[in-house]
């Protein structure tokens, strides 16, 4: 079946440091994979996407990289700030809708 | 309108009682879909519209809950005689076609259910 496996959190972190997030997948197909954000009260913003494999999805100073070797797309920014505090979560999609999210992963980062 | 609009904001019902929550999609969009986010975040699938006919309902648990998406309206999610278990926030997100590689979701702010 179709999975999302996200490193549970919170991470917590001081400004400027570096995030990784951890994410594995177990897909059947070609998904397209997603790294949604949520910040408190709100619904889920995408963050960014990547299509196929080898694709670089990147926004906001946030990377991902779709391995398919490693059936991976970990999140990663080189320097966070405080205004990154949020749950992420990462999703497959494959056409006609059909997405599967991870749990989420709270992220803190202090000043 | 260019987001998704979900009303009421906060919702809360007594055992028993009947809730309703509505979403307008994003014009244009053809797709519906509606999520339960519970405790520790996890996202469970309820059911996903195209127009107005459903399109998946695997999710949804038959017995209480029902949605609708009728042309000229909101969508909505009802659930009939609410239990302690329902309590959640519901987003509705819509997407423009059914290619996930360049229709992403679109998510509303959801509605906080209270059930007491």
Request: charged letters at 20%; glycine letters at 8%.
């Amino acid at each position: 079946g179709n999975s999302v496996t996200q490193m549970e959190g919170p991470v917590t972190l001081s400004e400027e440091a570096f995030l990784t997030i951890n994410c594995t997948y177990t897909a059947t197909g070609y998904p397209s994979l997603f790294w949604y954000v949520q910040y408190p009260g709100e619904g889920l913003q995408l963050l960014l996407k990547a299509t196929k494999a080898d694709d670089k999805g990147s926004n906001k100073g946030f990377e991902a990289t779709y391995r398919k070797e490693t059936t991976s797309f970990h999140l990663e920014k080189g320097s966070v700030q405080v205004s990154d505090s949020a749950v992420y979560f990462c999703a497959l999609g494959y056409n006609f809708n059909k997405f599967y999210f991870g749990s989420g992963t709270k992220l803190n980062v202090k000043p | 309108g260019e987001e998704v609009a979900q009303t009421p904001k906060h919702l809360v019902r007594g055992e028993g009682q009947k809730a309703k929550l509505y979403c307008a999609p994003i014009k244009g969009h053809s797709y519906v879909f509606w999520y339960q986010q519970v405790l520790k975040n996890e996202f469970k699938f309820l059911i996903s519209f195209q127009n107005e006919n459903v399109f998946d309902e695997t999710g949804m648990p038959k017995e209480r809950f029902s949605a609708k998406c009728l042309p000229n309206s909101p969508c909505s999610l009802e659930i009939q005689a609410t239990k302690l278990e329902d309590s959640a926030v519901y987003f509705c997100a819509s997407s423009q076609t059914g290619q996930a590689w360049n229709s992403p979701l679109h998510f509303g702010n959801g509605t906080r259910l209270t059930v007491t």
